[in-house]
């Protein structure tokens, strides 16, 4: 098989994003694309935003996992594009699907997240600093 790493950032979205946790996700997504791997989020705004923005201008592949049923909720920096349709049941499929996970800041999406990549050993990255779950992690 030859498959690319992918790596899922979680963190806040909406206006629950600081501009700080928003440059850390944009440096982050920029990262992965220059590492040649596959950024998946939840395809929304805020920090999924952030480094979707910045991956896609890295020319890097973005696989977002929506947990709407329908495209138009993805935000415009989506590759690929899973309606899923399953709320926040989606957040296992965002963690199943990964290599490994980044966190920055957020809220309870995140927690469940976060706790799903930890019961199932992939790796963890918390940037520290960044606010919400991810500093109680």
């Known amino acids: 098989m030859n498959r690319k790493t992918q790596i ?16 850390l996700a944009y440096e982050s997504g920029k990262a992965i694309a220059k590492a040649g791997a596959v950024l998946i989020t939840g395809g929304l705004d805020g920090v999924m935003e ?15 996992i929506l947990p709407q049923s329908t495209f138009d ?3 415009s920096y989506s590759n690929i594009v899973i309606s899923s349709g399953l ?6 499929l965002t ?9 920055i800041g957020g809220g309870a999406g995140t927690l469940i997240k976060s ?3 930890y019961l199932v050993n992939k790796p963890i990255v918390a ?3 960044s606010g919400g779950i991810d500093d109680k992690i």
Do not use: P
């Open 8 to 23: 899922t950032v979680i963190g806040y979205s909406g206006s629950h994003c600081s501009s700080k946790a928003y440059s």
């Open 50 to 64: 952030a480094a979707s923005k910045s991956a896609n201008q890295e020319g890097g592949l973005v696989l977002v």
């Open 73 to 75: 909720h993805a935000n």
């Open 87 to 92: 709320g926040y049941a989606r957040d296992f």
């Open 95 to 103: 963690v199943y699907s990964a290599d490994g996970v980044i966190i």
């Open 115 to 117: 706790c799903v990549a």
């Open 127 to 129: 940037i520290k600093g």
